[in-house]
């Protein structure tokens, strides 16, 4: 008996149909969609860039110098002004802190900083101040970005400094690998530091020596304050107390050795 043509084509092209790929294949495929999408996205983000560190960025460098020439002079005036007794106050632009960062640090203090972090710059609003620097690391470049509390604690001359919302781009997280940097920043500059809890955030205490005077006098910090593109800092320098005179140990000698006057008046 002859075979059937119709039933010779439908066997044909059922052999020549890609064979259904298994459950576990469609499964294992599905999750690597997914992890390489989450990769290019997780990736994406950790391009992203703070606004405010764009803007800081394209500043010219001459404008730079002159903001970090204005800040050296305010320090200079401030030094004066310490110099005297009573109450000083320093206010301090974040223009100004940034032109020191990009021009005044780099040539005078190269060293401060790791070598992976470039370009730190900072903005004050909202009453905190917002920092961001350029992450370098073989082939790997990424923004890292904070924001800070600052306040005085109830010790003399401790500053506070609460970091929060730490970045990597957009990626949240990884304040705790910061820690170490801030550390050594501080000890390259010779700054006491220590390091507090609060509500999960990290915080710096930050040490101000006391006396940095020959002359005995105490150096307070009374007050910082984050406003609108601003940090104002005010306190005030304690002259030493008048020491009491005393007599060394030859005047009492002499003084001991000297005969009773004599009172002649007569009774």
Same mark, same amino acid.
């Given at each position: 008996?002859?075979?059937?043509?119709?039933?010779?084509?439908?066997?044909?092209?059922?052999?020549?149909?890609?064979?259904?790929? $298994?459950?576990?294949?469609? =499964?294992?495929?599905?999750?690597?969609?997914?992890?390489?999408?989450?990769?290019?996205?997780?990736? @994406?983000?950790? !391009?992203?860039?703070?606004?405010?560190?764009?803007?800081?960025?394209?500043?010219?460098?001459?404008?730079?110098?002159?903001?970090?020439?204005?800040?050296?002079?305010?320090?200079?005036?401030? %030094? $004066?002004?310490? *110099?005297?007794? &009573? %109450?000083?106050?320093?206010?301090?632009?974040?223009?100004?802190? *940034?032109?020191?960062?990009?021009?005044?640090?780099?040539?005078?203090?190269?060293?401060?900083?790791?070598?992976?972090?470039?370009?730190?710059?900072? /903005?004050?609003?909202?009453?905190?101040? %917002?920092?961001?620097?350029?992450?370098? *690391?073989?082939? +790997? $470049?990424?923004?890292?970005?904070?924001?800070?509390? =600052?306040?005085?604690?109830? @010790?003399?001359?401790? /500053?506070?400094?609460?970091?929060?919302?730490?970045?990597?781009?957009?990626?949240?997280?990884?304040?705790? !690998?910061?820690?170490?940097?801030?550390?050594?920043?501080?000890? @390259? $500059?010779?700054?006491? /530091?220590?390091?507090?809890?609060?509500?999960?955030?990290?915080?710096?205490? +930050?040490?101000?020596? =006391?006396?940095?005077?020959?002359? &005995?006098?105490?150096? /307070?910090?009374?007050? +910082? %304050?984050?406003?609108?593109? @601003?940090?104002?800092?005010?306190?005030? +320098?304690?002259?030493?107390?008048? #020491?009491? #005179?005393?007599?060394?140990?030859?005047?009492?000698?002499?003084?001991?050795? !000297?005969?009773?006057?004599?009172?002649?008046? !007569?009774?």
């Amino acid at each position: 008996m002859a075979d059937n043509p119709e039933l010779l084509s439908a066997e044909t092209e059922a052999t020549q149909l890609p064979k259904r790929p $298994s459950r576990r294949f469609a =499964v294992f495929a599905l999750l690597a969609a997914a992890a390489l999408t989450a990769a290019a996205l997780t990736y @994406r983000a950790s !391009q992203w860039v703070p606004p405010f560190y764009q803007q800081t960025l394209v500043a010219e460098r001459a404008d730079l110098a002159a903001f970090g020439d204005d800040l050296e002079r305010e320090l200079l005036n401030l %030094h $004066s002004e310490i *110099n005297d007794d &009573g %109450h000083w106050e320093g206010v301090f632009s974040d223009e100004q802190i *940034n032109g020191w960062l990009a021009v005044d640090m780099l040539d005078k203090f190269p060293q401060l900083l790791p070598p992976a972090i470039k370009d730190p710059r900072v /903005i004050i609003k909202d009453s905190q101040m %917002h920092m961001a620097c350029q992450y370098q *690391n073989g082939g +790997v $470049s990424v923004v890292l970005s904070l924001a800070a509390d =600052v306040s005085l604690t109830e @010790r003399p001359n401790e /500053i506070a400094v609460r970091l929060r919302n730490a970045r990597i781009g957009a990626v949240p997280g990884l304040i705790r !690998q910061a820690m170490p940097t801030i550390s050594l920043a501080a000890i @390259r $500059s010779g700054v006491r /530091i220590y390091w507090q809890q609060l509500e999960n955030d990290p915080v710096a205490i +930050v040490k101000i020596p =006391v006396d940095v005077f020959d002359e &005995g006098r105490d150096l /307070i910090v009374e007050s +910082v %304050h984050l406003t609108e593109g @601003r940090l104002a800092v005010t306190g005030r +320098v304690d002259a030493p107390e008048p #020491e009491e #005179e005393t007599e060394s140990p030859q005047e009492v000698t002499a003084r001991e050795s !000297q005969p009773a006057k004599n009172d002649n008046r !007569q009774l």
